[in-house]
């Protein structure tokens, strides 16, 4: 039996909706709701030293895990992600904007590099980053991307003596 494109995509929207999932579409050229890719997954990060008040070099490191991920074309379960780099911040400043390249590395053994821009907000105690950008060299080129991190800060009092040094929190990803 023969599977139309759209009722993929059909399908894969009504299992989202269903689990309570927010998706964002755009009109395939049938003019249906068309998501290519959702992941849900957890990032961890650690500074090095840790963030104080007084703002100093401090080396970031990101280690992402999509654990998973539905694909309309029924491929990409699952994805990961990496990057270290170095700002100047502070507790009280690490919530400037920002621009990246971040690279996705699928279960299918290919890779994306999204070309990006972020901000941060702090939250109840949390800082949510929203990631928006393009996908510019591999898998999904061409595709918009959109990637919303959230990660409880529950320790800022280290911010007044050995400075926070790391935290771990959850993440979405959307390619349309």
Known sequence: MAVSRSWMCAVVLAALTSLGTTV??????SGEP?????????????YHPGVTFRA????ITTDGRFGSCADSQGKVTS????ERFTVFAGCNDLLDGFEDRRTFTWSTGDTSVM?????ST??????????KGTV????????????VVTVPQPELVRCLTTGLTGAT???TLAIT
Do not use: L, W
Not at 56 to 59: E, F, I, T
Not at 136 to 147: A, L, S, Y
């Open 115 to 119: 070309k990006a821009t972020g901000t």
């Open 136 to 147: 510019t060299q591999g898998r999904f080129r061409g595709r918009t991307v959109v990637q």
């Open 24 to 29: 964002p579409a755009t009109a395939s050229s």
């Open 79 to 82: 994805g990961s992600y990496g």
């Open 169 to 171: 929190g959850v993440t």
């Open 122 to 131: 702090a939250v109840a105690g949390q800082v949510v980053t929203t990631i």
């Open 34 to 46: 068309f998501v290519h890719v959702q992941c849900h997954g957890t990032e961890s990060v650690t």
């Open 56 to 59: 100093r070099k401090v080396d």
